[in-house]
């Protein structure tokens, strides 16, 4: 009887083992984004609650940007091999990897935003069935490729989707920082994209007839500084207007740019640019 209690034990061990490399197998690549054909995988790793940095084009400022994505996190390593089992550095060549994935990613439905052929770099995005997205970021030399690939969950900071929701952030803090409002580059007019953060704070306003908001405008510490102060003052000015023609009521609103006297990153990155340019609504 003892006997045969500990082969049970034992065999039980062993199924659950075996589930579990299945299970490891089953994470060293991604469900969704595969490699090429004729590669072999170097090296994986997975990490959850991880942030990437991705490359993208900035239209607005015509430069190269980069995007902080949070999710779980894959990096994966692949060579391309021959016919004969041998690395051939012209069998796929950098410009050839970087052409598969980009067509994979519109057979997607997925965009492209930034792409260095020549330079073996491509960053692009795919949707999920949840309305989100899967972020890749390709990186290949001739033969040889890397894929950080993200399953996004959060984005930085996203403005607030309705009036209650952002009566409470003033509530708790006094403040809420919206990176949705979007302007055309250098100067006040605002961009389309804006409209629904624009009608979510009329929203807000019109809800609660008793709030009064300073309107703030923050500039990154790129240019004169007193062009960043009077650009940051009119772009105050133009969301002052625009919530005025959806009915709220002027005397509510103030207006008040700073430039870039108020940083709350670093000057020295672009990311911490990004998150210096902002418009913030503080209760008064």
Known sequence: MKKHTWFIIFLVSAVLCLSNISSLAELTEHAVIKPIPKSILEKSSQHKDYTYEFPFYDKENNIVNYKRIKGTFWKLTY???????????????????????????????????????????LTFTIPKPGGDNTWCHVSARNGYYELDIVEKETIEEKPHSNAREMKKALDKKGRITVYSILFDFDKYDLKKASTKPLEEIAELLLSYPGLQIEIQGHTDNQGDDDYNLKLSQKRAESVKLYLTGLGVDVSRLTAKGYGSTKPIALNNTRDGRAKNRRVVLVER
Not at 80 to 108: H, M, N, P, W
Request: hydrophobic share 30%.
């Open 79 to 121: 060579n391309v091999f021959g016919k004969d089992s041998q690395r051939k550095d012209g069998v796929s060549s950098s410009i050839e990897i970087i052409r598969t994935y980009k067509d994979f990613a519109l057979e997607k439905g997925g965009k492209i935003l930034w792409e260095r052929g020549e330079g073996g770099r």
